[in-house]
């Protein structure tokens, strides 16, 4: 139970600092924006080793928000590097979420054919 | 001088055309507002059945509301002599495909929300100039085809702002001619485009309130009128905040705003969830039905109909440019 | 006669200068006097510089641009003096509402997330099996919600808290690819699922490549 809090928790904050920045910044937020700066920001502070604490701690609160795909694309990044040199660098990145972009592109398709929007 | 122009921007319409006939068709939120039993014709949903875009549906609902008010005084298409008639889409696609099926002399209009009023005014000088004798004038929106264009798609999970209005899905149809008796238009006021600067295609009200300030005061100014001549000084569609706006714009130069209402206010309920109230081509038009509707019933004898229009282009709000906005006035009187 | 016009011109451009100085409230009668001044003067400009020849357009230039800078200054001014008599009237966003809404429904998706992959563990995957199982069901029932017309409805409430989670991802794919199905396969749907997963993609890979190659090379 104490891991479901846990996701809880970290889940939530993170979403809450997305909901702080679209409403207290002067500019124009969009959604776009947020899932972008989540996974270039989750990426750097992936980088810097600062966001492998958060899921050590949180769980599943940690990787589900976007931030948590920009870990995974850094480490990604990390190990082709260190693995395969500087055509791992290029290809790690993909190929650690590349399980995530597939889901979401067939995924996106067949709801797209199946189904119309409602407005 | 010209002979038929008042001040700076305003027409007289020295052969007070009449306004004929009028239709609304209305989605079903807006059919559920407190304005809904006032309207022709309330559909179930957004999208007409067997329509395989809102696009088509929206064209359907310019088409047969102008049908409508030509059915009402047992008109055909053919006895007008012009049609003017706009609306949101790029390209005024659903004017275009509705002039085509009408068949008639055609003028797209683009002006935003004020496209209404600037089919009116334009309406006016074609009979009064002498060059038609009825004038066929429409202009509709649809919230899921305007909505798709200027900002999100509907199904994407975004918040909307306070600031931001609801497009009204309806249209509404005109038809201007000569007669002896019925609600007149009197004069017209054509408005300059105001730019305050702002580009958040969320608060429009803001960005237009500027517009209908300087419309208004020019109105009142060219006439040598007050606020007070008029029973009702309606916008459409500044919503709640421009509306607020507006108001405070006057009481800074010392007018009364008692009389000041917007179309965007009334069309929705306070429960309905629009945030900032209505907008749109279509708001006025629907809107005016339920006003001349009034006038008939006596409530009011003279009305200045202010429809404000916020010129968004996609293109040029991605790009970072502000909103230009303007406003036309039209004067609408019944003594019958 | 060229010369004095010009001459004039600038005289009247440097008179200017000492009105337009932020943050002056404009009296409406001296705005309007000014931007009509700067038309003509602008219009006058335009015209010298269409009609010299080589050598000498560089002069009106830089008196048109000049003019140019001064109705842009002046504008702002206005822009500025409006955008501070309306701040106030704007309703405020409910900021700690939406914050919270977000929190519970951004925690309660995790906590999903979290429910899910415990139950893959449980039946016998490795952790970041698990993990990558539990994305693409969460990506499926976001695509899902967001056909059913169910995600824009809790995006309304929760604000980031549906945004951020993965499925917000697969929302903002799913919401943009359906909405322009009537534009065709290709340039509809196929292109449009890319609207939002493009721009994601492009710089998370840019700078997980950045951040691969730094790694390398230290």
């Known amino acids: ?112 054919t199946f189904f119309r929007p409602k407005g | 001088m010209p002979e038929k122009k008042i001040g700076n921007q305003t027409l007289q319409f020295n052969s007070k055309p009449k306004l004929l006939s009028w239709s609304s068709i209305v989605g079903p939120m807006e059919g559920k507002g407190p304005l809904g039993k006032h309207f022709d014709l309330v559909l179930k949903d957004n999208l007409l059945e067997g329509d395989t875009s809102w696009e088509k549906t929206e064209q359907k609902m310019m088409q047969h509301s102008m049908e409508i008010a030509l059915e009402k005084i047992k008109l055909q298409a053919g006895d007008l002599d012009f049609y003017l008639a706009g609306d949101l889409l790029n390209q005024i696609m659903n004017a275009n495909f509705t002039a085509r099926f009408l068949g008639i002399s055609f003028l797209g209009l683009y002006g935003a929300c004020s496209t209404l009023t600037e089919g009116l005014s334009l309406a006016g000088m074609l009979i009064d100039g002498g060059f ?179 010129l968004l282009s996609p293109v040029t709000s991605w790009q970072g440019e502000s909103i230009p906005c303007i406003a036309h006035g039209v004067v609408l009187e019944y003594y019958g | 006669m060229r010369e004095k016009e010009e001459q004039e011109a600038r005289e009247r451009l440097s008179k200017r200068q000492g009105n337009i100085q932020p943050p002056t409230v404009f009296d409406e009668n001296l705005k309007t006097r000014l931007e009509k001044e700067m038309l003509q003067d602008h219009q006058k400009a335009v015209m010298w510089e269409a009609e010299a020849v080589n050598g000498g357009k560089e002069k009106y230039k830089s008196l048109r641009q000049e003019i140019e800078k001064q109705q842009q200054q002046l504008q702002q001014i206005v822009i500025n003096n409006y955008k501070k008599d309306t701040q106030k009237l704007a309703q405020k966003q409910t900021v700690v509402k939406n914050t919270i809404w977000a929190f519970f429904v951004g925690g309660l998706i995790c906590t999903f997330g979290q429910a899910v992959a415990l139950l893959f563990m449980n039946g016998g995957l490795l952790e970041k099996e698990a993990g990558s199982a539990t994305t693409v069901i969460l990506i499926f029932l976001g695509a899902l919600l967001t056909g059913l017309g169910y995600y824009d409805e809790i995006g309304k409430v929760a604000g980031a808290g549906s945004i951020v989670p993965i499925t917000g991802f697969a929302n903002s794919i799913v919401s943009s690819a359906l909405e322009f199905k009537t534009e065709g396969f290709i340039y509809g749907v196929g292109a449009r699922l890319f609207t939002v997963a493009g721009p994601v993609i492009v710089y998370g890979l840019a700078v997980s490549l950045v951040i691969g190659l730094i790694y390398y090379f230290i």
Not at chain 1, 92 to 111: K, N, R
Not at chain 2, 174 to 193: M, N, P, R
């Open chain 2, 132 to 310: 038609a004798k009825q004038v066929g004038v429409s202009a509709s929106s649809h919230y899921d085809t305007a909505e798709r264009q200027l900002r999100y798609p509907t199904e994407m999970g975004v918040q909307r702002p306070m600031t931001a209005q609801w497009t009204v899905t309806g249209a509404g149809s005109y038809i201007v001619g000569k007669a002896d008796s019925g609600i007149q238009l009197t004069h017209a006021t054509i408005g300059k485009v105001k730019d305050m600067g702002v580009s958040n295609a969320n608060d429009m009200g803001t960005a237009m309130a500027p517009a209908a300030l300087d419309t208004i005061k020019a109105h009142l100014q060219d006439l040598g009128r007050s606020m007070s001549d008029y029973d009702i000084i309606i916008t459409g569609d500044l919503g709640v905040l421009g509306t607020t706006v507006l108001k405070e714009l006057f009481h800074k130069e010392g007018y009364p705003t008692d009389n000041i209402s917007d179309c965007g206010l009334l069309i929705y309920g306070p429960d309905q969830d629009s945030h900032s109230g209505g907008s749109g081509c279509g708001c006025s038009s629907v809107v005016l039905n339920y006003l001349l509707g009034q006038m008939l019933n006596k409530k009011a004898r003279r009305i200045l109909l202010v429809g404000t229009g916020a």
């Open chain 1, 1 to 112: 139970m104490v891991v479901l809090l846990k996701a809880f928790i970290i889940g939530g904050i993170l979403c809450a600092v997305g909901q702080l920045l679209m409403d207290l910044t002067p500019f124009n937020v969009t959604p776009g924006h947020i899932l972008v700066g989540y996974v270039t920001g989750g990426a750097v502070l992936s980088a810097l080793g600062l966001y492998q604490p958060l899921i050590t701690w949180g769980g599943l609160g940690a990787t589900v928000p976007l931030s948590g795909f920009g870990h995974s694309l850094a480490q990604g990044a990390i190990e082709g590097a260190k693995n395969k040199g500087v055509l791992g660098a290029l290809g790690g990145g993909l190929e650690a979420t590349s399980i995530g972009v597939a889901a979401a592109v067939v995924f996106g398709l067949v709801v797209a």
